[in-house]
T-cell receptor, first 115, second 112 residues
Framework: KAGVTQTPRYLIKTRGQQVTLSCSPI?????VSWYQQTPGQGLQFLFE???????NKGNFPGRFSGRQFSNSRSEMNVSTLELGDSALYLC??????????????FGPGTRLTVT | QQPVQSPQAVILREGEDAVINCSSS?????VHWYRQKHGEAPVFLMILLKGGEQKGHDKISASFNEKKQQSSLYLTASQLSYSGTYFC?????????????FGPGTRLSVLP
């Protein structure tokens, strides 16, 4: 099976702009989660989607949003970019169906740099 | 609430053993362990569910003490390939399936 893919891999944006990142989960996985990873804050959970519905949300401002499509592909959007949004954004897919604990498979990430 | 990991970093010689601990202030439903090598994505190692089970494969195993709200990852006879940052992730018992939180990570370096 193909792994989780994320596009683009690298992105440079300017403060105030908005950005959309894309994630294609492993075939058959319906749960997609997004994480922000920075050297200072580590791996922080952004949100999780299952069957096009946001199931969980982390403690991030409303500038961070996401959605999931019927084919389980997911996008996350960050509006009005700030310098502090520079990070590696990781997407993870899981075979999780309900509130059961399943492993997550991470994509390679999108490295976002805000200047 | 983010779990606490200890130690923050450890340096080993090939063949030595290591233990990485993960503890939470909340009652836990599950503990996940992942390893991330520099410049790569985290890779799943194992999940432990409440019930105090111990799991493992090859020379990496883990235990979960539900009463103490702690999990430990054991790396036996470490290999160079074990180098990386190890993260535990936890799900609380009172709201399992939600509020999954990763710990800050433990950086493991295995030297020849």
């Amino acid at each position: 099976k193909a792994g989780v893919t994320q596009t683009p891999r690298y992105l440079i944006k300017t403060r105030g702009q908005q950005v959309t990142l894309s994630c294609s989960p492993i075939s058959g996985h319906r749960s997609v989660s997004w994480y922000q990873q920075t050297p200072g804050q580590g791996l922080q959970f952004l949100f999780e989607y299952f069957s096009e519905t946001q199931r969980n949300k982390g403690n991030f401002p409303g500038r961070f949003s996401g959605r999931q499509f019927s084919n389980s592909r997911s996008e996350m959007n960050v509006s009005t970019l700030e310098l502090g949004d520079s990070a590696l954004y990781l997407c993870a897919s899981s075979p999780r169906i309900k509130a059961l604990s399943y492993e997550q498979y991470f994509g390679p990430g999108t490295r976002l740099t805000v200047t | 609430q983010q779990p606490v990991q200890s130690p923050q970093a450890v340096i080993l010689r090939e063949g030595e053993d290591a233990v990485i601990n993960c503890s939470s202030s909340k009652a836990l439903y599950s503990v996940h362990w992942y390893r991330q090598k520099h410049g790569e994505a985290p890779v799943f190692l194992m999940i432990l569910l409440k019930g105090g089970e111990q799991k493992g494969h090859d020379k990496i195993s883990a235990s979960f003490n539900e009463k103490k709200q702690q999990s430990s990852l054991y790396l036996t006879a470490s290999q160079l390939s074990y180098s990386g940052t190890y993260f535990c992730g936890t799900e609380p018992s009172d709201n399992y399936g939600q509020n999954f939180v990763f710990g800050p990570g433990t950086r493991l370096s295995v030297l020849p």
